[in-house]
């Protein structure tokens, strides 16, 4: 194991019955890193991220977190990780202050540092004056960071987000990603994400995609983007399969969804105002522009030759 990774893991391996989630994961994730493992419904994020917090046991294969295996002590492991689930931990007929006072007793805070954590937490917040109300007195915004204060309460090493902004809105998802970024600054927290909004594992220092249990393929998210495409080209035409056919000897097949046609295009010299005009009427709206995360989650993990996303 790299004496400087956070998380490490080592053919780690879950199956249930014939069925195996997650098939020899090897991962090298350095102490302060922000790292995303992205990939559809099933692929076996949520599994990878139970296994290395001690929530279920691995078939085979071996995990460190902080230079410690998790075979070997998983209550140390307890002590070093946060986790905020999918779905909320938190009691909602309990106040703000009895579920973090309860979450603290568990990390054996002590009253003063306890409160003094708190006071901090929600004060990032805005939800000082709110510290006595229920938890179904609040908005989902609110809950949420409640949620991660709740996983961050012990001053963990290492910080697992799973699906951690679903289901709340911009201004909401905006808040908690600037405290966790202030974490990471502040406190050197070594981030594990994943998230079904791309655009949020664009600031990962690494991300690798996932599918059926095995990774496919890895790096930062900017070298990703520029090893996809140059630039994504989108048409939209009544004509799919004409547009298709005239344009694939020259950018390859597309992916296809109804009447949308996406098309990598590797230089950087095409004539995309020439070729809109040689196009004319067949299309109904046009647009390039440069690649993202989004475009290689679907290059990925979407056949060109059926045009479904998995």
């Known amino acids: 194991m790299n004496s400087d990774s956070a998380i490490s893991t080592r053919g780690l391996t879950k199956q249930y019955g014939q069925t195996t989630v997650v098939n020899n994961l090897d991962l090298d994730i350095q102490a302060g890193q922000f790292y995303g493992l992205l990939g559809p419904n099933g692929a076996g994020k949520s599994t990878t991220i139970h296994m290395l917090t ?13 230079g410690q295996k998790i075979a070997a002590d998983p209550v140390a ?5 946060g986790l905020v689930f999918q779905d909320s931990a938190l009691d ?12 603290a007793a ?13 006071d ?13 109300r229920k938890l179904l007195t609040l908005s989902g ?7 991660i204060a709740r996983g961050v309460l012990h001053k963990p090493k290492v910080l697992f987000l ?39 594992a664009a600031a990962c220092d690494h991300v690798d995609f996932i599918q059926q249990g095995q990774l496919q393929l890895g790096g930062s998210p900017t070298a990703l983007t520029q090893q996809l495409a140059t630039y994504i080209l989108e048409i939209s035409t009544p004509n799919p399969e004409q ?16 009447e949308d046609l996406s098309f990598k295009i590797a230089a950087n010299d095409v004539d995309f105002y020439a070729l809109q005009q040689s196009l004319g009427d067949a299309v109904s709206a046009m647009q390039w522009r440069k690649p993202n995360l989004n475009d290689v989650y679907l290059w990925t993990f979407c056949s060109p030759q059926q045009g479904n996303v998995i």
């Open 54 to 66: 001690t929530m279920t046991a691995a078939t085979s294969g071996e995990a460190w977190i902080a």
């Open 92 to 103: 909602r007929t309990m106040s703000i202050d009895e579920n973090l006072q309860f979450a």
């Open 243 to 258: 547009i298709s056919s005239q344009l694939s000897p020259l950018f390859g097949q597309p992916i296809r969804e109804d």
């Open 106 to 118: 568990m990390y054996n805070l002590s009253p003063h540092d306890a409160n003094k954590r708190i």
């Open 77 to 81: 492991i307890r002590r070093t990780v």
């Open 141 to 147: 915004g609110q809950r949420r960071a409640v949620d």
């Open 120 to 132: 901090e937490l929600l004060a990032v917040f805005g939800l000082q004056d709110k510290r006595k």
């Open 162 to 200: 799973d699906e951690p902004t679903i289901g709340l809105d911009l201004p909401n998802r905006r808040a908690i990603w600037r405290f966790v970024e202030q974490l990471r600054r502040e406190e050197g927290m070594t981030v594990f994400l994943t998230t079904h909004y791309l655009e949020e």
